[in-house]
């Protein structure tokens, strides 16, 4: 089973700051990118950022200048450092994860996306 918890969320005011993280575990072969992903209410989920296992790194545009992606791939660790929120940056943020499991019992190796619980990020004043 591979898990994969979020932490760092919570109400700022605009312009402050928060730091999300996100640890993945289990039994994990590879990992070969993570991201962050958020929705908000009556909305769709979007990607806000992603990093690969060799270090690209994107971006959504609205983001762009503000938040820093960064990972620990020895810790199975990805974080997001988000500056300069604004109310629109409101919604819960998920962490994603596409990694391969290594075989377990009878369940062969296997590739696939996986997803946190989800961390509320509230900006208002």
């Known amino acids: 089973q591979v898990q994969l918890v979020e932490s760092g969320g919570g109400l700022v005011q605009p312009g402050g700051s928060l730091r999300l993280s996100c640890v993945a575990s289990?039994?994990?072969?590879?990992?070969?990118?993570m991201g962050w992903y958020r929705q908000a209410p009556g909305k769709q989920r979007e990607l806000v950022a992603s990093?690969?296992?060799?270090?690209?790194?994107n971006y959504a545009d609205s983001v762009k200048g503000r938040f820093t992606i960064s990972s620990d791939n020895a810790k199975n660790t990805v974080y997001l450092q988000m500056n300069s929120l604004k109310p629109e940056d409101t919604a819960v943020y998920y962490c994603?994860?596409?990694?391969?499991?290594?075989?377990?019992?009878?369940?062969?190796?296997?590739?696939?996306?996986?997803w946190g619980q989800g961390t509320q990020v509230t900006v208002s004043s």
């Open positions: 994603n994860a596409d990694l391969a499991e290594y075989p377990v019992g009878a369940r062969p190796f296997r590739r696939g996306d996986y």
């Open positions: 289990g039994s994990i072969f590879s990992i070969y990118a």
């Open positions: 990093i690969t296992s060799g270090g690209i790194l």
